[in-house]
């Protein structure tokens, strides 16, 4: 090309960019927004806060992680961090790395409900019987209704069912209503006064959805929330079978060891999957929050929907952050509603500022991990310096010796033998002085200060974990006696009542102890006895010594409850993927046991009437009957030998 032809040519160009220049707006030239979060970061310093904060936890508490930040209708930070899978070496991209999202799917099911609120087709007030067949409705144990608000606060009263909420085969999983009418269960609170966190009652408004719309849930989530707002990279089915191209990004999940480093999860899949089955990456996400904040939203056709949405619908007491129609409230200024995700191998937290239209995404690859799901969303939100209060008066404050005691969680299961487990964490309540208290559960400790009648809030602990355990609490009490603690979110702490206070725990764990002891080592007393009497050739046939064989028959018997027993415990903390059937076959094998042993004893009673015995025989026999009798009737308060639905 000659010098002469290249001249016009640069021209020609320059003024094509000039022209594009020009074109573009104002505010494409800086994207960045101008303020502050509301923990005070300017956003032109949001970048290198973030970074500092998630590089000092990968490798440590994830190998990867996602992190995005939206501001009115833009992204305004997106950035992947580690690795998505360490033996590939393949690295987080928030734009395409599909992460499990864990109970972050809930928000999906409130919204789901609040669209057809919206629409008219539902009531947040009804009763729900109204849309469920009647094998739900039967097992309900109090008359009173449960609404759909109850299920959103997590007050409809279900204990949590002993099975895993998880599954390793595909197989295994069947429609989201058989699903639930084969894995119901026990409603054991009164609707709206307890705070249990339930997945199975947030699957129950999943098919509320269903019956309303007449589509599955996972059908009505693809086609009203997720292609309306360009969520392309996301699914809610259990299996991603609306979307099997999902399946390549898929980060691989993680459990951090004791020793340290990283051990890889087996892929799980979710039957009660409107609770937590939802896949997708972070952006995607935060198309999700800039749609719940924006006041044309494509998720509502009314700006109110929205609004109410994330107003509060339940709090035991109004100086307690609780729920806001299924969002949890977050300790910040302005008001930040979320929720947080735990599964196999992920964990994850999500929050949004309607105020400042402001919308936050972490996502992880290691399960039960809060560095990063939490503290991300703290750094963003949470500026204590911002948050004062007026100091009370000592005379207006409630003396705090009245609340001392042991207390237990709500959220547990009570109506099946893995109740026990329920109390292997007892946690110790103790007054400070006289309006304050101590906390202490499995290893830690920590105080908590009355700032207003009955509210408690977290001072200090030598433990960075126990704030997040007692953020605040609230002491509900009724007639003199203490009816819950709230911290207002997931679970109520509930004091030990009648049979099961800490003086009767006390006498069961003593029962308990001594049989163990007994029917463990007699097996081996009564075989060392039998060896010396061959040795002794002192074996006879006689009625005595057939009343003696009957009688150790049902010692053995005993040991062999004794270690049934011990399995069931065992399998019931350890093996997070028992079966129903295999619990039962233990809890029928403690029927067969303890029958037999009942109709051994009273043989060798008869056997042995006419024949003259030592008072050491008596008391042997007695002693046995005794353990026996008393560890069986131990065991059917426990529920040992009621059989799980």
Known sequence: MSTGMRKPLFALLISILLFTVFLVPASAADTTPTGETPSGIPYNRLEREIDAYVNSYIGKSTPGAAVVVTKGDRIIFSKGYGHADLERRTAVDPAATVFAYGSINKTFVWTSVMQLVEAGKMRLDQDIRAYFPKEIAEKLRYDKPITMLDIMSHTAGYEQHPLSTFTLSAENLTSLEETLLSNQPEQIYEPGQVIAYSNFATALAGLAVEKVSGESFSDYEMNHILKPLGMNRTSGHPTLADHPDLREAEAAGYAVKQEGGFEARAHYYVPLYPAGAMEGTAEDLARFAMALYAADSPLFTRPETARTMFSRSYTPNEEILSNAHGFWEYRAEPHVVGHSGNVKGFSSNFAVVPEEQLGIVVLTNTEIEQKLTSGIINLLVQDKARVTEEPVPAADLSPSGELAGYYVQSGGTYSTYHEVTNYLGLIKVEAKGEHDLTLSVMGMSGELKQTSPNVYKFAKSDNPRFERLAPVLYAE?????????????????????????????????????????????????????????????????????????????????????????????????????????????????????????????????????????????????????????????????????????
């Not at 024949?611 to 046995?624: H, I, L």
Request: glycine share 8%; aromatic share 10%.
């Open 477 to 645: 009490i009724s007639d003199g006696e203490v009816v819950r603690l709230s911290k207002g979110i997931a679970t109520d702490i509930l004091p030990l009542k009648g049979s099961r206070s800490l003086p009767a725990l006390i006498s069961y764990l003593a029962l308990a102890i001594l049989a163990i002891v007994f029917f463990l080592l007699a097996p081996f007393v009564l075989l060392i006895r039998w060896l010396l009497r061959i040795r002794k050739g002192a074996l006879s046939t006689s009625a005595g010594s057939a009343g003696g064989r009957l009688l150790a028959a049902t010692v053995l018997c005993g040991t062999l409850l004794v270690v049934n027993i011990l399995y069931l415990l065992v399998n019931a903390m350890i093996n997070e993927n028992v079966t129903v059937g295999q619990m039962n076959f233990g809890v029928a094998l403690n029927w067969v046991l303890t029958l037999l042993a009942a109709g051994l004893f009273v043989f060798s009673l008869v056997k042995s009437r006419s024949v003259p015995q030592s008072k050491w025989q008596k008391a042997g026999r007695a002693v046995t009957g005794a353990l026996f009798a008393g560890f069986a009737l131990l065991l059917a308060d426990w529920n040992f030998f009621h059989f799980i639905p």
